[in-house]
């Protein structure tokens, strides 16, 4: 009889040996160092903790982070006290984690470290985090200058079949929109395809449509990241998360809704460059702007502004800050959420577990603030605190929802805040919206006087009746301009992406607290009378302003008309 010896049988037979002798030995090394063991071969790998700790360092130092729950971190090591492993538990410990060191076998170690090929270039820190390397967004945003460009970048990764196809396609459709300057992402399922699109200047622009299948995965991820549960798919959903630049850190709120098809996912960016503006930058008309300078230096009273989401009110009330700013001056803020980190300045941020505009102001004002800004009053009690906080020494900055400056009364009054104290807080009521500014690259003028055969275009011929109609109520007449013969139109270009417009800019009015307004007020006047007794203040309409920037050049009337009402 043959003996038939498998070299291969044998070889792993030895391997499994070995493997088992050094479980075994490492078991013991457990109690010499006073670790816990832990063997990673049945155990699973949390990328989230495995990220924290780079591939190289990972096999140099023999470590392998595998678990994270909130702030603690669990480390295996092949020697808990070699320097290399102490150096990797500090870094941890400065970056603010709590590690917690278990010893493992090498053959442990190599299993977590083959866990490395699935990470996809986007690093998730935790949940809640997309974490993208400023070199890698950097190449994005380089690739990615005009919408064009994003769109060949999207087609050419959604084309291709690789296992980070999901984690790719959402990096750039980030940082895309990063890019351009986009204020949100919109993500709307149809029945055979997935359309995204980008607000860019306030308008929404189609970008890419790409299969469902595709669509399933990003969905998954980005619920992942923004801390939403995944099996919830008839429910609206809210969540978060934060991309970790170098530039800084910007956050994303993400809303999911159910709809037809599928869930919609829209998600908004948090630029703090976006609001990064001054006061004398948002357009405000010359004559409002030396009123709020006046205004913002006094100790107390309320300025509110007021608009629909997306006029830019935050931006206001952020510029109202750091022109008020000093060191010898207390600000708190509460927020939701907040949008911009201002150094010496107390910001604190609302949640849904019961901490709202009204606790949070609660609390402001027992922490003896000089100025206190809420990001919006919403109902009668923080109304209430509000004003008489502004009763009471200090200077408050609000906004509240109305449709103009004048409806903030009525809409006080209907809070249930008493008029008789109104006038004695609030000193400037502030309506604001944005429009675009027209393209200084490609932008056409347009003549608003008839040529030789006496002809205007009918459209044209609009626009110079509704122009001079509102020239000619403006009461300073030192602000109308003495030549009306010409506005511009967008034409459309590569560095507008096609649109005629690039960059936005406010259209301002305002009501200033006088005794006219303050008698209308305790009558319990609506929004016209107030405008009624707001004549002679000699402050712009939002439409009176709006007029001057079209014969100024700096926006359309067609882009006027689709932010307020031209035609009374």
Known sequence: MTLQFD??????RMTDLLHREEEDLVQLLAGKYNVEYISLMASPINTDALRLVDEQTSRDSLVAAFSLIDKKIKVAARNPESPK??????????????????????????KAWKSYKDLSFALESKAGSLEISGDEISGIIENAKSLPAVVKELESIVAAKKSYRTSRILEIVVAGALALNASDIHLEPEEGYVRLRYRLDGVLQDVIRFDNSTYALILSRIKLISGMKLNIKKDAQDGRFSILLKIGEIEVRVSILPGAYNESIVMRL?????????????????????????????????????????????TTLYAFLKKVHTTDVKIITIEDPVEYHLPGI??????????????????????????????????????DIAINSALTGHL????????????????LIELGVNPKIIPSALRVSMGQRLVRRLCKYCKKEVSLVAGADGVLDPIIAKNVKEIERTIAVIED??????????????????KCNKTGYKGRMGVYEAVRMTREIEAAVQKNSSDREIWEAAKGQGLLTMKQDGILKVLAGVTSMDELGRVIALED
């Open 7 to 12: 070299d291969d049988k044998q070889n792993r």
């Open 85 to 110: 492993t102490q150096a990797v538990v500090e870094k941890l410990k400065t970056a603010g984690y709590e590690p917690i060191i278990h010893i493992a076998s090498v053959q442990s170690l190599e």
């Open 270 to 314: 948090l630029n703090p460059n976006s609001i990064n503006v001054s006061l004398e930058e948002l357009g405000i008309p010359p004559k409002l702007l030396k009123v709020l300078l006046e205004e913002i230096n006094r100790p107390d009273g309320m300025i509110l502004t007021t608009g629909p989401t997306g006029s830019g009110k935050t």
């Open 346 to 383: 107390v910001q604190t941020q609302v949640n849904d577990k019961g901490y709202t505009f009204l606790e949070g102001l609660r609390a402001a004002v027992r922490q003896d603030p000089d100025i206190i800004m809420v990001g919006e009053i919403r109902d009668n009690e923080t109304a």
């Open 396 to 411: 408050v900055f609000s906004t509240i929802h109305t449709n103009d400056a004048a409806g903030t009364f009525p809409r």
């Open 477 to 494: 007449r030192d602000l109308v301009p003495a030549e009306r013969t010409k506005m511009w139109v967008p034409v459309g270009c590569d």
